[in-house]
T-cell receptor, first 111, second 114 residues
Framework: QLLEQSPQFLSIQEGENLTVYCNSSSVFSSLQWYRQEPGEGPVLLIALYKAGELTSNGRLTAQFGITRKDSFLNISASIPSDVGIYFCAGQLKFNGNQFYFGTGTSLTVIP | DGGITQSPKYLFRKEGQNVTLSCEQN?????MYWYRQDPGQGLRLIYY???????QKGDIAEGYSVSREKKESFPLTVTSAQKNPTAFYLC?????????????FGPGTRLTVL
């Protein structure tokens, strides 16, 4: 698996913060974070393009590692509608045509 | 409304039959992709196309075929050669211009082979 995510499963109380990690031994030219609800297609949350880039989208914050091999997604003040599977995905530096997806993190938020 | 449509949402077929999954987009995107997702797993690339009449194999192309006769359409055929076709299939598209590396996904088709 080119992109490893951790943790695989995450169960938290409503209002708590959480962080999902994405790691690889390969260098990526860009990296994205998606959320997928059961039976639906993934929806883009955040896209990262520059090494070290830190980007926010509401309660979501993501950063692209300096080496372009890793990233994290942080969700603050979680709410029940945050449930779903979170994926990181990226394009390799030498092959921008293909996207590689991480293994996914399944999030449960307990009200 | 611009977006990607996949039809049908659920599809049932008998073993040994070919089946074609539809994917249409009105986003004027150049690139289109087909992914397969199995329970509890990530997305794996089947085929992708950057321009009309051209497409490339992804990591798991065996047992699948595609065509790209129109920019808006990228149908996927699951052939009888695919040994384990039951899965959730996702279509995506992306613009090539503008430097954006963000894919937009359709709602998916769940294929069950009986």
């Amino acid at each position: 698996q080119l992109l490893e995510q951790s943790p695989q499963f995450l169960s938290i109380q409503e209002g708590e913060n959480l962080t999902v990690y994405c790691n690889s031994s390969s260098v990526f030219s860009s990296l994205q974070w998606y959320r997928q609800e059961p039976g639906e297609g993934p929806v883009l949350l955040i896209a990262l393009y520059k090494a070290g880039e830190l980007t926010s989208n509401g309660r979501l914050t993501a950063q692209f590692g300096i080496t372009r091999k890793d990233s994290f997604l942080n969700i603050s003040a979680s709410i029940p509608s945050d449930v779903g599977i979170y994926f990181c995905a990226g394009q390799l530096k030498f092959n921008g045509n293909q996207f590689y997806f991480g293994t996914g993190t399944s999030l449960t938020v307990i009200p | 409304d611009g977006g990607i449509t996949q039809s049908p949402k659920y599809l049932f077929r008998k073993e040994g039959q070919n089946v074609t999954l539809s994917c249409e987009q009105n986003l004027n995107h150049d690139a289109m992709y087909w992914y397969r997702q199995d329970p509890g797993q990530g997305l794996r690339l089947i085929y992708y196309s950057q321009i009309v009449n051209d497409f490339q194999k992804g990591d798991i192309a065996e047992g699948y075929s595609v065509s790209r006769e129109k920019k808006e359409s990228f149908p996927l055929t699951v052939t009888s050669a695919q040994k384990n076709p039951t899965a959730f299939y996702l279509c995506a598209s992306k613009p090539l211009a503008g430097g954006y590396n963000e894919q937009f996904f359709g709602p998916g088709t769940r294929l069950t082979v009986l």
